[in-house]
């Protein structure tokens, strides 16, 4: 009998150095035991731009089927886009990863709105998939750089959408897991939908 696997793609995404490849580092150290395969990092030009990493997650089964759950990152810097799109392909579930900073502000908003059309072209809708926001860095108070209020940070990303959201921060490993657990559960329960 073929063994039945759904494969579950979450991609992390957002503005350069908002924390995507941070949230998958720190997953890949915490979580060694879930992890089947080795972190994958292309790296290209831009040295510090990851292509993408993935590590599948084995979740047990979900009716009668296996569950791997496979992360990417995709690189934040503006001329990547064409990278981006290619990584959102078949996409089955987003965590946005929003930049606390206060001079990053535009940034997460370009970067939402691009990911709003990078998915038109799939014919996707932000609106209908899986989506957790992260607002990132919040530990940055501390050292007494500028952070935006996280009411602002829900009026310029999430008003619309109104999707759970995370204050986090990569580094420390501050709602990491929170954020990735979220995620994966509103994705599963989203293609249990379709295996019905």
């Known amino acids: 009998m073929k063994e039945k696997v759904v494969q579950v793609k979450i991609v992390y995404y957002g503005p350069g150095r908002c924390g995507k490849t941070t949230n998958l580092e720190y997953i890949n150290k915490t979580y060694r035991k879930q992890i089947v395969s080795e ?14 990493d993935f590590l599948p997650f084995d979740m ?49 908003i370009r970067s939402l709105n691009q990911l709003h059309e ?13 989506l957790v926001m992260q607002y990132n860095k919040v530990d940055l108070k501390e050292h007494g750089i500028p952070i ?6 829900q009026k310029d990303l999430n008003s619309r959408l109104r999707v759970p959201y995370f204050e986090a921060s990569a580094i ?25």
Not at 69 to 92: E, F, H, S
Not at 118 to 130: A, C, D, G, M, R
Not at 148 to 153: D, F, I, Q, S
């Open 60 to 108: 047990g089964k979900i009716k009668g089927y296996d569950i791997k759950i496979q992360l990417y990152t995709v690189p934040g810097q503006v001329k990547y886009n064409a990278t981006r799109k290619l990584v959102l392909r078949g996409v089955d579930g987003i965590v946005f990863v929003g930049d606390a900073m206060a001079k990053q502000r535009e940034k997460n």
């Open 172 to 196: 420390t490993g501050y709602n990491v897991a929170a954020t990735l657990k979220k995620i994966i559960s509103s994705t599963v329960i989203s293609i249990q939908k379709k295996l019905l």
């Open 39 to 52: 972190m994958v990092s292309l790296k290209t030009h831009g040295d510090r731009t990851l292509f993408f």
């Open 118 to 130: 990078n998915l038109q072209s799939y014919k996707e809708s932000i609106f209908k998939l899986p």
């Open 148 to 153: 935006m209020p996280v009411e602002l940070m």
